[in-house]
């Protein structure tokens, strides 16, 4: 394969999580695929587009600023990546276009919508958000059905998308997403950041988002609870 594109719209931290997964794998994609005979598309959106600078030739950035979840990117974004005749496009979210008919992976994070709907998570009427999932649903098994290959991030969510999307276990591929090098400290850096910020120890740390399908009511219970046992217990 020649030409390869990444989907990179969410590339950053604005893109939070899913923004993460696609920094970290075109930067360690970089470190091992750079300067060969393929050639990588990074398609952004202009609010990340300086964020991202290639560090080599075969990593080429361009600017596809079309909105996640809306309309451009379901009839307009197709159209657009095929001016690039790709071998392969990687959709590092299930988000795939739905007149997109070349070949592709995606990567599917987690089904938690799929699972747990629920009008708390968001600002829209209640009847115009069932709408969307029923959009959601049909997008990602259409996704997942078309895909060459889905990149599940954990074994658990291998089983549930062979189990809920009815795909074969042998067109799910698993890769744990890892961690920065950079995110390992010595444990007198350790101190010295849990000084700096007043941390004290012991404590439970929440690394997340703060949205509603995240559970962070369950969390505070369950702290309220243990905290009975370890008075000295920090969240």
Known sequence: MKKIGIDARFYGPKGKGLGRYAQKLIEYLEKTDGNSERTYYVFLKKENFNQYVPRHENFIKVLADFNWYSFSEQFVFPFFLN?????????????VPIFY???????????????????RNTTL?????FFKLLCYKWTIKSAAKRADSVIAVSEFTKDDVIK???????????THEGSDFKCYVTYKNAEEILKK????????????????HKNLERL????????????????
Do not use: Q, W
């Open 101 to 119: 008919r070349k070949r592709f992976v995606v990567t599917i994070h987690d089904l938690i919508l799929f699972h747990y709907p629920t009008v």
């Open 164 to 174: 809920n999307l009815g795909l074969k276990s042998s067109k799910v591929e698993m």
């Open 83 to 95: 001016k690039f005749d790709l071998d392969l496009m990687h959709f590092c979210h299930f988000n």
């Open 197 to 212: 910020y007043g941390i004290i120890k012991p404590y439970l740390i929440y690394v997340g988002n703060a949205y509603p």
């Open 220 to 235: 505070v219970v369950a702290y309220k609870k243990i905290k009975k046992e370890n008075p000295d217990l920090s969240l």
């Open 125 to 129: 009427n209640r009847y115009y958000y």
